[in-house]
C-alpha cells in the first residue's frame, strides 16, 4: 500500500512539473509592450511545445530539456486591447485583461518608493485617480543573494481611487502624463528600495568593470556571506559572558512608571543632547531612561516621525506614549557602528502631546556622545533622565573576557550586487520602453565616484535587457539641508554633477530637481513636478512631441576682462530670472518655513559665484543678456571660473521660457569633497 501510494504522489509530481506555468510577472492586468518582438515566457516539461495566442499574434516554442520555453510575440500594429491571452501546452492557460502599450521600469531608492498616498497632492489626486490604462507591478523586495534570480513576487494592478495610493508616485505622475498626451496603456514596473546604494543595483558584470569597485564589491558579498556564523558564535559567547559576570537584563515590572503617559518628572535629570547619556552624573554600566514630549500637528499624523539616537553600544528600547515600539537586545545588535533609528507611524502617532521614552542598557558601559532627537517634532521641553538600576564596574578579568563586537555589516539591500541579483535579474525578460530612475541620496557621501558607478550600471542594464539603448532617464538629486551663506564645498553638488556626466551616454536625460526639495525632509512630498518632468524627457526625446524637455544647461564661458559670458543648450524662447521667494520650505509635513536671506540681493539671478586664482569664491552678480548671462563679482578683478547653484540647497533662479530650472553646474575641475571615498572597505 505505502509503495502504491508513493508512486502516486511521484505520479502527481510529474504531472504538476508538465504543465505549463508562467511567472508572477505575467499574469492578469498586465501591460505588454508594443513591439515586433515582445517576450512571453515560463515552464512546461521538457520537449513540451507550447502555443501563445494574443489577438492576432501567435507564436510557439519547445520547452528545453530544463523546461523553459520563451516565444516573442509581434504586437508592432496590435490594439492597446484589453485581451485575453492564451498559453496552451498540455494545459492551458488564460491570462485576462492584457493591455497592449509603453512599459517602464519605475526604480532606484525612496524617492521612487516614495508612495502617492504621501505626496502633497494625494486628498485631491487619489479620488480622481481612474486610470485602467495604467497598470503597475510592484517587484516584492528581495535581498541576500549572491547569484541571479530567475522569479520575483509580485502582481499587476490597475490604477483606481481604490489601488493609486499604493502607486509609485513618480511614476503615477509620469504614467498619467503620457496616458493623456499619448492615450496609450502604461505599465510600471516599480522596482526601489529605500536607502540604497547604487552598487547594490549593479550587476557582477557591471562591478568588474572597475578593479577597484569590484574589490570592494568582492569584499562585502564576503564579509556579508560570512557575518551570519560570527554572528551567531557572537551570540552564544556574549549570553554566557552575561550570565558568568552578573550583568544579564531584567526589564521592571512597573514599565508605566518610566515610559507611561503620566509620569512625575520632578527628580528626573535634565539631560542636553549630545550627550554620552552613561557617565558623569549617572551611572557608566546598567540601565537608564530618557523621556520628552513632542508635539504632533494634525496635518503629520499619516507621516513618518523618525527617531535618531546615533550609534552607540548601549541598548535601547523605544516606547511611544506608553506603547513598546522596539526592543534592543544584543541579539539584534548588527555590531559597532549601527546607527538606531525609528520611524513611528499610524497608529502609535496621535495629536498633540506624544510621549517618548527610551530604555537604555548598558550591560558594559558606553562613552559615546549621541544626539537623540525626532526629526519633524522636536522635544517641547529637552530631555530629562532617570536610572532604572546600576551596575558594578567591570574587572580587569571580565574587561578581557567579554567577546568583542562585530563590525556593523552592511544591510542585505546595501551590499554590491544583491539587488540586481533579487529584483532586476527577474525582469530582464520583459520587454521595456525604457527605464526612470531616481536614487543617488545614498551615494552622496562618496559621490565623486558615482560618475563611474553609474554609467556602468546603465550600460550594463542595456546590455542585460538585449534592447539597444532603450532609453534611461534619471533625477537629479534635489535641494536639501540649510541655506548656505558663503560658497563652499557641496557634497551634495558633487553627486549632481556626477549623476550629471551621465548624460555622455546614448539616450539618457536628466530631471533637473533643484527647486523640488525641502531643508529638512529629503523625502520632499512634491511628486507630480517629479514626474511631469520626466514625462517631458519621455514626450520629446522617446515620442518625438515638440516639447521642451529640459532646462538651460551650461555650454560654454567666455572670459570678457572682469566679467564671464556664459552660454547655454536648452533655453526654449528664452532665459528668464525667477522671481527669488521671501521663504523657503524647510519641510511641507509639517508646514514649516524659514525666511530666505539672498546672498547676490542686487542682482537679477541668485547663485552664482566666481573665483579668481587663488581659488576664492565670492558671491557674484549675474544677469540675462540674449541668451548668455553675464557673471561678476567687484571683489573678484580676475576671474577664472563659475559656479552655480553649487550648494547642498542654492537658490538660483534661472530658468527657461518653459519653466524649467538650469541644471547646476561649474567651469571649473578643483577637488570636490568626496573624493577619496569609495564604496566599502578594501582589504
Not at 160 to 179: H, I
Not at 209 to 216: E, F, G, I, P, V
Not at 465 to 479: S, T, V
Not at 648 to 671: K, M, V, W
Request: proline share 6%; with cysteine; charged share 25%.
Amino acid at each position: 500500500m505505502k509503495s502504491c501510494l508513493l508512486f502516486a504522489s511521484m505520479m502527481l509530481a510529474i504531472t504538476a512539473t508538465a504543465e505549463v506555468n508562467l511567472p508572477a510577472i505575467i499574469s492578469d492586468h498586465m501591460v505588454l509592450r508594443k513591439a515586433a518582438d515582445t517576450p512571453v515566457w515560463g515552464t512546461a516539461a521538457p520537449d513540451e511545445t507550447v502555443k501563445v495566442t494574443l489577438a492576432d499574434a501567435t507564436a510557439t516554442a519547445t520547452a528545453d530539456a530544463d523546461g523553459n520555453w520563451q516565444v516573442e510575440l509581434d504586437l508592432s500594429d496590435s490594439a492597446p486591447g484589453p485581451f485575453e491571452m492564451s498559453v496552451t501546452g498540455k494545459n492551458q492557460l488564460v491570462v485576462h485583461d492584457v493591455l497592449v502599450g509603453e512599459v517602464w521600469v519605475a526604480s532606484g531608492q525612496s524617492n521612487m518608493g516614495f508612495l502617492l498616498e504621501r505626496e502633497r497632492s494625494s486628498a485631491e489626486e487619489i479620488p480622481q485617480s481612474n486610470y485602467p490604462m495604467i497598470r503597475q507591478f510592484q517587484v516584492a523586495p528581495y535581498v541576500s543573494i549572491p547569484e541571479p534570480r530567475e522569479e520575483c513576487e509580485g502582481k499587476w494592478v490597475v490604477c483606481s481611487p481604490e489601488t493609486a495610493g499604493r502607486f509609485t508616485a513618480v511614476g503615477y505622475f509620469f504614467a498619467k502624463s503620457l496616458v493623456q498626451e499619448l492615450d496609450v496603456p502604461v505599465g510600471l514596473l516599480f522596482n526601489a528600495w529605500g536607502g540604497t546604494p547604487v552598487e547594490a543595483w549593479m550587476s557582477q558584470d557591471a562591478i568588474a568593470q572597475n578593479a577597484d569597485l569590484k574589490a570592494r564589491g568582492d569584499k562585502a558579498i564576503k564579509d556579508q556571506i560570512e557575518y551570519k556564523p560570527r554572528k551567531k558564535a557572537y551570540d552564544k559567547a556574549f549570553a554566557q559572558w552575561l550570565k558568568d559576570t552578573g550583568r544579564e537584563d531584567h526589564f521592571p515590572k512597573d514599565v508605566e512608571a518610566y515610559a507611561g503617559m503620566d509620569v512625575d518628572t520632578t527628580d528626573w535629570q535634565r539631560i542636553d543632547m549630545p550627550s554620552t547619556i552613561f557617565g558623569g552624573d549617572l551611572p557608566e554600566d546598567g540601565v537608564v531612561w530618557l523621556r520628552g514630549e513632542v508635539n504632533i500637528p494634525a496635518n503629520m499624523l499619516n507621516g513618518k516621525i523618525p527617531v535618531r539616537i546615533g550609534s552607540m553600544e548601549a541598548f535601547p528600547t523605544v516606547y511611544w506614549n506608553g506603547e513598546k515600539v522596539s526592543t534592543g537586545t544584543f541579539e539584534n545588535y548588527p555590531g559597532k557602528g549601527y546607527t538606531y533609528r525609528y520611524y513611528i507611524s499610524a497608529p502609535h502617532l496621535k495629536e498633540g502631546k506624544n510621549v517618548v521614552a527610551i530604555r537604555f542598557y548598558a550591560p558594559y558601559g558606553n562613552t559615546e556622545k549621541v544626539d537623540v532627537h525626532c526629526d519633524f517634532a522636536p522635544f517641547i521641553d529637552g530631555l530629562k533622565a532617570k536610572v532604572e538600576y546600576t551596575l558594578p564596574p567591570l574587572t580587569p578579568a571580565q574587561k578581557t573576557s567579554m567577546p568583542q563586537a562585530l563590525d556593523n555589516p552592511l544591510r542585505g539591500q546595501d551590499v554590491a550586487t544583491y539587488l540586481y541579483n533579487g529584483m532586476i535579474a527577474p525582469i530582464l525578460r520583459y520587454g521595456i520602453s525604457g527605464v526612470i530612475w531616481y536614487q543617488g541620496e545614498s551615494n552622496v557621501s562618496r559621490g565623486y565616484d558615482y560618475r563611474i558607478a553609474f554609467p556602468l550600471m546603465i550600460q550594463d542594464w542595456r546590455e542585460k535587457w538585449g534592447q539597444g539603448d532603450f532609453p534611461f532617464y534619471f533625477c537629479q538629486l534635489a535641494n536639501i539641508g540649510d541655506k548656505q551663506r558663503t560658497p563652499e564645498k557641496s557634497a551634495w553638488a558633487a553627486t549632481r554633477e556626477s549623476q550629471a556626466a551621465a548624460l555622455d551616454l546614448p539616450n539618457t536625460g536628466m530631471a533637473v530637481l533643484i527647486d523640488l526639495g525641502e531643508a529638512k525632509d529629503v523625502h520632499a512630498r512634491n511628486k507630480s513636478d517629479v514626474g511631469d518632468r520626466l514625462a517631458r524627457i519621455a514626450l520629446a526625446e522617446t515620442y518625438g512631441q515638440d516639447v521642451e524637455p529640459f532646462g538651460p544647461m551650461f555650454e560654454s564661458m567666455d572670459i570678457e576682462g572682469d566679467k564671464l559670458v556664459l552660454s547655454f543648450s536648452h533655453v526654449g524662447d528664452g532665459l528668464e530670472a525667477k522671481s527669488v521667494p521671501d521663504t523657503y520650505v524647510l519641510s511641507s509635513l509639517s508646514g514649516k518655513t524659514a525666511p530666505l536671506v539672498r546672498n547676490s540681493p542686487e542682482s537679477e539671478l541668485e547663485g552664482f559665484a566666481v573665483c579668481g586664482k587663488d581659488r576664492k569664491w565670492a558671491w557674484a552678480e549675474a544677469k540675462i543678456e540674449g541668451d548668455q548671462v553675464v557673471v561678476w563679482s567687484d571683489s573678484v578683478k580676475e576671474p577664472i571660473a563659475v559656479r552655480y547653484s553649487w550648494g547642498n540647497n542654492p537658490s538660483g533662479n534661472l530658468y527657461n521660457s518653459s519653466g524649467l530650472p538650469a541644471a547646476p553646474f561649474r567651469t571649473d575641475e578643483f577637488p570636490v569633497s568626496s573624493q577619496g571615498n569609495h564604496y566599502y572597505k578594501a582589504d
